[in-house]
């Protein structure tokens, strides 16, 4: 039948489980909020993984990589074209912390970032100074642009402010116990994480992104109201 609606093509059905995505497109095929499709067309409407905003999704099913990839790859081209300006006007190394990192850190608070990519990133700051190799990128990048603006200052400071609002939201909505869903989401998040060998790879979310944050820097989030420090400090 006549589907009576317009449906962009970028619409895509995302789910943890592969059956459930087909279960809600035929559906809407059923109702004619969508046209009737080929086999073909409707692998296509349930792909992988699918961008939302510049970020991509799979669903809580993995972590989704293939569009945060690709914005890294962005941002290094770009890095590429602030340090051979800097070469000729000293001023333009600054389009480092106004160009190339706002480009890769876009949408971080999703997600979050391990180490490793944190690391790669001070390092393209430290290129697009032009000093000679083998130099402390902490201390470079503290002396030319000041220490707040490090990748991972600005990294720490976008996904802690991401969870504050979670946990502000959350406060307004429900008297905040130890029974409320987004707690009972922390403490199955922190279960899998804590341990894991390959923690970074199984965050799938603004939660975990920030439990596997507190993690890397030597803290126990066993709570969002109870994280000790390394020191052993709630």
């Keep these: 039948s006549h ?3 317009r449906i962009s093509p970028k619409t895509a059905i995302i789910s ?54 690709a914005r890294f790859r962005k941002a290094a081209i770009r890095n590429v074209k602030v340090a051979a300006f800097a070469k000729s006007n000293k001023k333009a190394k600054r389009l480092f912390t106004t160009g190339v990192v706002p480009t890769d850190l876009w949408g971080v608070e999703a997600y979050g970032l391990p180490p490793s990519h944190i690391r790669r990133l001070a390092r393209m700051g430290y290129n ?55 707690v009972n989401i922390w403490r199955a998040t922190y279960a899998e994480l804590r341990w894991s060998g390959i923690r970074w790879r199984q965050v799938t979310g603004p939660v975990g992104a920030f439990i596997a944050t507190l993690l890397d820097l030597g803290w126990n989030p066993k709570h969002p109201v109870a994280c000790y420090s390394p020191q052993g400090q709630a």
């Design 3 to 5: 589907c009576p609606y």
């Design 16 to 69: 943890n489980a592969r059956g459930v995505a087909y279960g809600i497109l035929m559906d809407l095929e059923a109702k004619a909020l969508l046209p009737t499709r080929t086999a073909q067309e409707r692998m296509t409407s349930m792909p992988a993984e699918a961008r939302d905003l510049g970020l991509g999704s799979r669903g809580g099913r993995q972590r989704a990589n293939t569009y945060r990839n």
């Design 128 to 182: 697009a100074l032009g000093l000679p190799r083998g130099g402390c990128h902490t201390t470079a990048i503290a002396i030319a642009y000041g220490e707040s603006q490090h990748p991972y200052a600005r990294y720490l400071a976008s996904i802690m402010r991401e969870w504050q609002g979670l946990w502000n939201a959350e406060s307004e909505r429900i008297h905040v116990d130890f029974g409320t869903p987004l």
